[in-house]
C-alpha cells in the first residue's frame, strides 16, 4: 500500500468505527495512483469477522471465512463490475441493483465495486442513480474513476469523493525508488519511469511533435500516426504542451520554440481535442487528431504572417 494512502485509511476507518461510512465512496486518481488497493482494503475490512485495529487504520485478518474467500475470488456477498476495456451497459448496473435486492450471505453487508466508472453508458449512469438514491442498509457501493470530470455531476453529488493526490517531484521519486531531475514529475508519468522503452517512444513523441511545431521537415501524417496508434498519446501531448508552457515562465529549462500566446493557443485546442476524446464514447480518435493538426498548423502559419 502506498504511503500517500494512510490518510485515506484513517479517515474511512473512523467512519467506519463511528458507523458513519457513506454507502457510495468515488474513488478518483490517475492510474497507479492506488485506486484498486484502496478499495480492496476497505471492502475487505468491511466483509472481515475479526477486523484488528493498527494504529487507527483497521485491517482485515485474512484469517477468517470471508478473508479467504476473498482471496480465492468467491466470496458470495460482493459484486464486481469491469468494463474489459468497453464501456459498462445498464444490464451491467441492473445486475448491481438486483444483488442489493438479496441478503448477505455470510457477512453483515454487502459490496459492490465498479471499475472505470467513467466507462459506464449513458443508460448504465442513469441507472445507478437509482441505486444510489435508495440505498439500503449496510450495502456499500465503491466507484473507481481517473476520469471524474466525465461522470454524471448527479451521481458524484451522491457519492463522497475521494481524490487520491500522490506526492510530486522528488517525493514521489523516492517512493517509487526512481532518481530524476524533473521537478514536476507525478504519476501520471510512471509509465515513462517504469519502462525504458515506453520513456524512449515518449522522447520520440515529443521530438517529433517539437519538429512539427516549428515547421521543420517531418510530415502530418507522421505525426498523426503517433497521435492514433499509440495508447498513450493523449496523455503525452497534454505534457508536452504542459511542459512548454512551463518553460515560458522559466519554471523548467528548454529551448521555448514559440510564443506565449501561440502556445496558450494550441494548448486549448489540446484540450478541447482530449475533452472530445473522453466525453464522446464513438469518438472517432483519428478525424480529431486530423483536426486537431490541421487547427494547429493554422494558428502556426497566422503567427508566421
Known amino acids: 500500500m502506498h504511503s500517500w494512502l494512510e490518510q485515506q485509511q484513517l479517515l474511512l476507518s473512523k467512519q467506519i468505527t ?53 482471496k480465492s475470488h468467491t466470496y458470495p456477498d ?35 465495486l465498479i471499475t472505470a466508472a467513467h466507462h459506464m453508458t449513458i443508460s448504465a449512469a442513469n441507472a445507478l442513480l437509482k441505486t444510489l438514491e435508495e440505498p439500503n442498509a449496510n450495502n456499500y457501493i465503491v466507484l473507481l474513476t481517473s476520469e471524474v470530470e466525465t461522470l454524471l455531476p448527479t451521481i ?32 501520471s508519468h510512471l509509465k515513462e519511469l517504469s519502462d525504458s522503452f515506453v520513456n524512449d517512444q515518449y522522447q520520440n513523441f515529443e521530438s517529433c511533435f517539437f519538429n512539427f511545431l ?6 502530418r501524417s507522421e505525426i498523426l500516426s503517433l497521435l492514433v496508434d499509440n495508447t498513450n498519446s493523449v496523455r503525452w501531448l497534454e505534457k508536452v504542451m504542459v511542459n512548454l508552457m512551463r518553460q515560458q ?30 466525453l464522446l464514447m464513438q469518438a472517432n480518435r483519428q478525424f480529431i487528431f486530423e483536426k486537431l493538426l490541421v487547427d494547429i498548423t493554422a494558428v502556426i502559419e497566422d503567427k508566421n504572417r
Open 18 to 70: 463511528q458507523i458513519k461510512l457513506p454507502h457510495a465512496i468515488l474513488i478518483n486518481g490517475v492510474e497507479g495512483a492506488g485506486k484498486s488497493d484502496l478499495s480492496l482494503w476497505l471492502i475487505q475490512v468491511l466483509s472481515c469477522a475479526k477486523p484488528q485495529n493498527s494504529q487507527g487504520i483497521i485491517l482485515a485478518c485474512k484469517v477468517c471465512k470471508a478473508c479467504l474467500l476473498h
Open 78 to 112: 460482493h459484486l464486481l463490475i469491469e468494463s474489459g476495456g468497453k464501456s459498462i451497459g445498464v444490464d451491467q448496473v441492473r445486475q448491481a441493483s438486483r444483488f442489493f435486492e438479496k441478503t448477505a450471505q455470510i457477512g453483515h453487508c454487502k459490496t459492490t
Open 156 to 187: 458524484i453529488s451522491r457519492c463522497y469523493v475521494i481524490d487520491i493526490r500522490p506526492p510530486v517531484g522528488e517525493k514521489l521519486l523516492a517512493e517509487l525508488k526512481q532518481s530524476g531531475s524533473d521537478p514536476f514529475v507525478n504519476l
Open 214 to 219: 516549428q515547421n521543420k521537415t517531418i510530415k
Open 249 to 278: 515562465y522559466n519554471w523548467l529549462k528548454g529551448d521555448i520554440i514559440l510564443n506565449e500566446q501561440v502556445i496558450w493557443s494550441i494548448y486549448q485546442l489540446v484540450l478541447s481535442a482530449i475533452k472530445q476524446l473522453k
